[in-house]
């Protein structure tokens, strides 16, 4: 409780011989009298985390602030419960305007140290000073535009450097004084939104459709940075160690090369799937499939895991038991019993919380003809419902006992009431491995991400799907076994898992189930 469900897990993780980079843990008793009293005084602050940064720089042989050898570190939290996404992270803190010549000169990598500069300055500034991010992808739309480009990923160290001389004038402009320059203020900071994090309204509500009541706050894990953006065969990614979706045995991850770990998990950047790291990085993909195998036979049970890759070495920065679907849920409670890394009375206790009386699974019932798009499938399943493009509307909608598709450019954790609204979601952008399509499968909503086809009209009240144009209330059907997208109520069949039903009855009678 005192550590965090994520930080316990990466001690552990550390204790078995994973590759987890070092870090210090704030524990969940500071968070209810750090939000009630606010931050310490600044150089009491240094006082409280001198040791522990200290015995941080001692094992990265790094130091925190310093201009040769800089330490930078992420600074994420860790509540008592499994809450993916719905509490603040801020990396690269520690980097300023005279620390950045020492990481140039400790990486050679001139590209990669503007690079996280400029993620720091929007990351810092939305989770510290809640400032949009809009203001940040404006200023650089109008300059990749100027510059003939569409990406920060094509501008050189040049362009790069202008760029973060231009985020930091916005920051100044927006948050009223300069960017700060000491690390030890961008670290108290840091710390501070985590833990104010707790109580954020995606937060709360997560807590209250989970009834996860009486926890005493979040842990606030400060970890040495490892770089995937420091080049091609660099990158980050998250993996399942099992299809959350089907409860299918492999390994189900999106991965973006050359990215840190907030580019997949906020599901705004493109990225690639397991033949991708296969094909151009053939030793890391070895390696993750031996990492899934050995998580499972420590933590006994199916895992979700985020993961760096520094120069072609892999490290594990974090585990969890993996969110999925209940049908996946009842798959792969049977497996692990079968595979003896679990005991059936295990399994059993795993399938309580199930509603196995009404699982089933919705198909397509024959020929439905041609989709007008496709995407990414991220759950399973088939649902119709009316185009709906906001969180408020699918809110009112639902409170009408109308059936509605939540339609969006991208979709964040911050969407949770819409999403819980919603029976299903359909976005342009994204991955199957986000923090809110992880949400959204947990909670059995037919969710299809990445989908090209899907545009919106400048006004936000009608988009265009594979050259039709939908307006709110024109109803559509989401495949999420195909990822394909048709206009209108297509006819659906339902199917029960009864082979394992039948089994789980046939345990239950052979064995008696002992409290957890």
Same mark, same amino acid.
């Given at each position: 409780?005192?550590?965090?469900?994520?930080?316990?897990?990466?001690?552990?993780?550390?204790?078995?011989?994973?590759?987890?980079?070092?870090?210090?843990?704030?524990?969940?008793?500071?968070?209810?009298?750090?939000?009630?009293?606010?931050?310490?005084?600044l150089d009491?602050?240094?006082?409280?985390?001198?040791?522990?940064?200290?015995?941080?720089?001692?094992?990265?042989?790094?130091?925190?602030g310093d201009t040769h050898t800089p330490l930078l570190v992420s600074v994420r939290s860790g509540a008592p419960a499994s809450m993916p996404g719905m509490l603040d992270t801020v990396l690269n803190v520690g980097l300023t305007s005279s620390t950045m010549a020492g990481l140039i000169e400790m990486t050679?990598?001139?590209?990669?140290?503007?690079?996280?500069?400029?993620?720091?300055?929007?990351?810092?500034?939305?989770?510290?000073?809640?400032?949009?991010?809009?203001?940040?992808?404006?200023?650089?739309?109008?300059?990749?535009?100027?510059?003939?480009?569409?990406?920060?990923?094509?501008?050189d160290t040049l362009a790069l450097r202008g760029m973060v001389s231009d985020y930091l004038?916005?920051?100044?402009?927006?948050?009223?004084?300069?960017?700060?320059?000491?690390?030890?203020?961008?670290?108290?900071?840091?710390?501070?939104?985590?833990?104010?994090?707790?109580?954020?309204?995606?937060?709360?509500?997560?807590?209250?459709?989970?009834?996860?009541?009486?926890?005493?706050?979040?842990?606030?894990?400060?970890?040495?940075?490892?770089?995937?953006?420091?080049?091609?065969?660099?990158?980050?990614?998250?993996?399942?160690?099992?299809?959350?979706?089907?409860?299918d045995r492999r390994l189900y991850l999106d991965f973006a090369f050359d990215a840190q770990g907030e580019d997949v998990v906020s599901g705004?950047?493109?990225?690639?799937?397991?033949?991708?790291?296969?094909?151009?990085?053939?030793?890391?993909?070895?390696?993750?499939?031996?990492?899934?195998e050995r998580l499972e036979q420590v933590f006994r049970d199916a895992q979700d895991f985020e993961f760096t890759v520094e120069e072609g070495v892999l490290w594990l920065l974090q585990t969890r038991d993996a969110k999925r679907s209940n049908w996946a849920g009842l798959r792969i409670a049977i497996d692990l019993a079968r595979e003896e890394l679990i005991t059936r009375e295990e399994a059993l206790r795993r399938v309580t919380d199930l509603d196995l009386a009404h699982l089933a699974r919705r198909s397509l019932a024959g020929a439905n003809g041609t989709p007008i798009a496709s995407g990414v499938a991220a759950g399973? %399943?088939? /649902?119709?419902?009316?185009?709906?493009?906001? #969180? =408020?509307?699918?809110? &009112?909608?639902?409170? $009408?006992?109308?059936?509605?598709?939540?339609?969006?450019?991208?979709?964040?954790?911050?969407?949770?009431?819409?999403i819980m609204s919603a029976e299903g979601v359909l976005t342009a952008r994204g991955g199957r491995t986000s923090h809110a399509a992880v949400v959204a499968r947990e909670f059995g909503k037919v969710a299809i991400v990445g989908c090209p086809a899907l545009a919106f009209s400048a006004d936000g009240k009608s988009c265009v799907i594979g050259g039709r144009r939908l307006s709110s209330g024109d109803i559509i059907t989401l495949d999420g076994?195909? %990822?394909? /997208?048709?206009?209108?109520?297509?006819?659906? #069949? =339902?199917?029960?898992? &009864?082979?394992?039903? $039948?089994?789980?009855?046939?345990?239950?009678?052979?064995?008696?189930?002992?409290?957890?």
């Open positions: 409780m005192l550590l965090g469900n994520k930080a316990f897990n990466l001690a552990r993780l550390a204790a078995e011989g994973f590759q987890v980079p070092p870090a210090f843990v704030l524990p969940t008793t500071m968070c209810a009298r750090w939000i009630t009293d606010g931050p310490p005084p009491e602050f240094r006082g409280l985390v001198t040791a522990a940064l200290s015995r941080l720089e001692s094992v990265s042989r790094v130091r925190f050679g990598n001139p590209h990669l140290a503007w690079d996280c500069y400029l993620r720091l300055i929007e990351s810092y500034a939305g989770a510290v000073r809640s400032i949009e991010a809009r203001v940040f992808r404006d200023t650089a739309a109008k300059k990749l535009k100027a510059l003939g480009t569409t990406t920060l990923r094509d501008l004038d916005v920051y100044a402009d927006a948050a009223g004084e300069p960017f700060p320059q000491d690390p030890f203020a961008q670290l108290l900071a840091a710390i501070d939104a985590v833990f104010r994090s707790w109580n954020s309204a995606r937060a709360r509500s997560y807590r209250r459709i989970n009834r996860l009541e009486g926890l005493p706050g979040t842990a606030v894990a400060v970890q040495r940075m490892v770089f995937g953006n420091a080049g091609p065969r660099s990158g980050a990614g998250v993996g399942f160690t099992r299809d959350p979706a089907t409860g705004r950047c493109p990225v690639a799937g397991t033949n991708d790291i296969e094909r151009l990085l053939p030793d890391v993909a070895r390696a993750l499939e031996h990492l899934a399973i %399943g088939v /649902v119709a419902g009316a185009v709906v493009f906001s #969180v =408020e509307a699918a809110r &009112e909608e639902a409170r $009408l006992g109308r059936r509605v598709i939540l339609v969006r450019d991208d979709i964040a954790t911050d969407d949770i009431d819409g076994d195909s %990822g394909h /997208v048709y206009v209108g109520a297509m006819s659906v #069949v =339902e199917t029960r898992p &009864e082979a394992e039903l $039948l089994l789980i009855e046939t345990w239950k009678k052979a064995t008696t189930i002992q409290p957890a």
